[in-house]
């Protein structure tokens, strides 16, 4: 059975998730395809809020999955480098007056990403 409570689904990850909840899993099989797929919707979606709303939940995400990226040190490079990326988009637009409605988009979003940082240990002051 799925090692999620209230889910009774015949797992199927060696760690013991099933096809509907495998992106829990520690297993890179697993995860790096929900990662992709993360990336793509990132990529193919218009407008700034959009996309840093996806972002968040990427980031929200990669907080449970520490253990992954420190396993894998080039993924972690990646990601350290688009958060950097990331957080410049996101204080650039919160210069904008015509974000304002957006604000707590932009810092939900920063927060995850020191969130994420401090997680890994690579928090910079
Ligand atoms: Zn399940």
Do not use: A
């Amino acid at each position: 059975m799925c090692k999620l409570n209230q889910c009774n689904v015949n797992s199927l990850t060696p760690d013991g998730y099933c096809h509907r909840h495998k992106v829990w899993s520690k297993h890179q099989k697993y995860i790096v395809p929900h990662l992709k797929k993360y990336i793509d919707k990132v990529k193919n979606t218009k407008g700034i809020k959009n996309k840093v709303e996806i972002v968040g939940n990427l980031l929200n995400y990669l907080n449970y999955k520490i253990e992954f990226l420190n396993l894998n040190e080039g993924f972690k490079t990646v990601i350290l480098q688009r958060c950097e990326q990331i957080e410049n988009d996101c204080k650039k637009q919160m210069e904008e007056p015509y974000h304002y409605d957006h604000i707590q988009i932009f810092f939900r979003c920063l927060d995850q990403i020191n969130q994420l940082r401090i997680n890994l240990g690579v928090l910079k002051d």
